[in-house]
C-alpha cells in the first residue's frame, strides 16, 4: 500500500470539500439528505483539514520529538 503524503492529503480533503459544497445543496434540496446532516459531515472534515494542516506545519517538530523518543528507547 503506498502511503500518501500529508500534503497530497490535504490537497484530496480540500478536493472532498469542493465537491461536498457542490453536492450537498443539491442533496437537500432533493430531500435525500438533511441540511444539518450536511452541516455535521462538511464540519468534520474541515476539521480533518484544519488537522492536517496544523501538522503539515509542525512537521519538523513532530518529526524531532519522534526521533526523540525513538533515541530514548
Do not use: N, W
Not at 465537491?19 to 472534515?45: G, N
Amino acid at each position: 500500500m503506498t502511503r500518501s503524503s500529508l500534503q497530497t492529503q490535504i490537497s484530496e480533503v480540500e478536493r472532498e470539500l469542493e465537491q461536498r459544497s457542490r453536492v450537498y445543496p443539491r442533496l437537500v434540496a432533493k430531500r435525500s439528505m438533511k441540511e444539518a446532516e450536511a452541516r455535521i459531515h462538511t464540519e468534520r472534515m474541515e476539521d480533518v483539514l484544519a488537522t492536517l494542516r496544523f501538522l503539515e506545519s509542525h512537521r519538523e517538530q513532530f518529526l524531532a520529538l519522534v526521533k526523540e523518543k525513538v533515541s530514548a528507547g
